[in-house]
């Protein structure tokens, strides 16, 4: 029977045919794991909290009066990558934390209009509403996964993964808009931190100089706070 | 052998990058032929007239996505952009609504592009801030139409900010420094 087969496909095809199964089948696993792989990989997840941890290590820290105290911090790199799952120089995206202490005996309300950010001295630029933060901050990695995972292996049978994974994507954004600082009323011996998020007009590395500003009122009278910050995505200046 | 791999490397190319957001305009009330100019802008957040159907982080987000245009690519037009409107003289104040949308689905995009459009269109108003006079009205859209790997990765992001860049070429157009 062999050797007739052999003679129908004009050469002799009986080798080759025992090993072709075997090298598709691991090449069928290997792309399923892949598939698998990347999907796995990645989940949605919501931003830590901003917390009061680090407020003496605070980049910049200011006494408003006897009894109220600001500090802010510029998140790095890695502490971006941390708390907020971003990385921010991809999203042309500051994001600061900064925690109000409030030592005196009456409550002091702030909110996200008493402060703005000064970038090279030049341009003055107000913090994202949290609805716009939610979405800057935004974390698409689940959906983007299950679609590549549909496109390597899995084809149309990704798209319930790719629905799923963008409903818990939708979640996580209405989550993260609830952890991102619209206002507060600081009560007296608490301190109040909060994440502020800038949305950048330029590219961070071209930010030299940055200063938050946060106005307040003390007594009836306004003032004006300037915090100098470090900007860690700046880069050095050719001399 | 070979028309296999070449109907593989086709289906990858059509499956793969097929994609845009596309937006357009129809104005309701007409610019006065001289342009007043103004040095400060206040977009506060728009205005929710789809009802629960819309995101509630959208009226914000799109209300940002226009403060950032601005800022960004015209960036010498305002002294000010601002999401807080102050009521002073010098003042142009943008009363935005959002009036559909539908956010498509990326699942459906991903299995072929024409399936699961999304769509979102804005009513906004140009009004001066200190006399409360409307100068410009007029709607805009930004819509998603997109397939395979493109498709699954756009959402009503990309539909803000098609939508958004037309309001920015009009309202930067009343900066007193564009």
């Not at chain 1, 042309?92 to 001295?121: C, Q, W």
């Not at chain 1, 030049?122 to 996964?145: F, K, N, Q």
Request: aromatic share 6%; proline share 5%; charged share 20%.
């Amino acid at each position: 029977m062999a050797t007739r087969w052999s003679r129908i496909g004009g050469r002799s095809a009986g080798t080759a045919m025992t090993h072709r199964p075997t090298s598709r089948a691991a090449t069928a696993l290997v792309l399923v794991f892949a598939g698998f792989l990347a999907f796995a990989c990645s989940h949605a997840k919501p931003i830590v909290s901003a917390t009061t941890e680090g407020f003496a290590s605070a980049h910049a820290q200011k006494r408003v009066n006897d009894n109220l105290t600001i500090s802010a911090t510029v998140l790095s790199k890695d502490q971006a990558k941390k708390r907020l799952r971003i990385q921010p120089a991809q999203r042309s995206v500051l994001p600061i934390l900064f925690a109000v202490k409030n030592e005196g005996t009456r409550s002091y309300p702030i909110s996200l209009t008493h402060f703005s950010l000064n970038l090279n001295g030049r341009l003055r630029i107000g913090p994202a509403l949290p609805g716009r933060a939610a979405t800057l901050l935004r974390d698409t990695s689940e959906s983007d996964a299950a679609a590549l995972s549909g496109y390597l292996v899995f084809g149309v049978l990704a798209a319930p993964f790719i629905h799923s994974a963008e409903q818990r994507e939708d979640e996580t954004v209405l989550a993260t808009r609830d952890l991102v600082f619209r206002e507060a009323e600081v009560q007296p011996g608490q301190i109040q931190p909060g994440y502020l998020i800038f949305e950048s007009p330029v590219d961070l590395a071209d930010i030299h100089s940055l200063e938050l500003e946060v106005q307040t009122t003390t007594e009836g009278d306004d003032q004006v706070i300037l915090l100098p910050l470090l900007n860690p995505y700046t880069k050095a200046r050719k001399r | 052998m070979q028309s296999a791999s070449l109907a593989w490397l086709l289906a990858v190319v059509l499956t793969a990058t097929v994609g845009c957001a596309t937006a357009g305009v129809r104005v309701a009330h007409e610019a006065p032929d001289t342009l007043p100019k103004f040095e400060r802008v206040a977009i506060p957040p728009f205005e929710n007239r789809v009802g629960d159907a819309l995101p509630s982080t959208a009226p914000e987000n799109v209300a940002g996505a226009l403060i950032a245009g601005l800022q960004r690519e015209r960036a010498t037009a305002f002294r000010e952009v601002s999401s807080r409107a102050s009521g002073q003289p010098g003042e142009l104040l943008v009363r935005g609504a959002i009036i559909k949308y539908n956010p498509g689905s990326k699942a459906l995009r991903f299995i072929l592009i024409g399936l699961g459009a999304g769509r979102l269109e804005l009513d906004v108003r140009l009004v001066d801030s200190a006399t409360d006079q409307t100068i410009e009205q007029f709607s805009t859209s930004g819509s998603v139409m997109a397939g395979g790997y493109a498709g699954a990765t756009m959402g009503i992001g990309d539909m803000i900010d098609a939508a958004v860049k037309k309001v920015a070429e009009r309202v930067a157009k009343y900066g007193s420094g564009g």
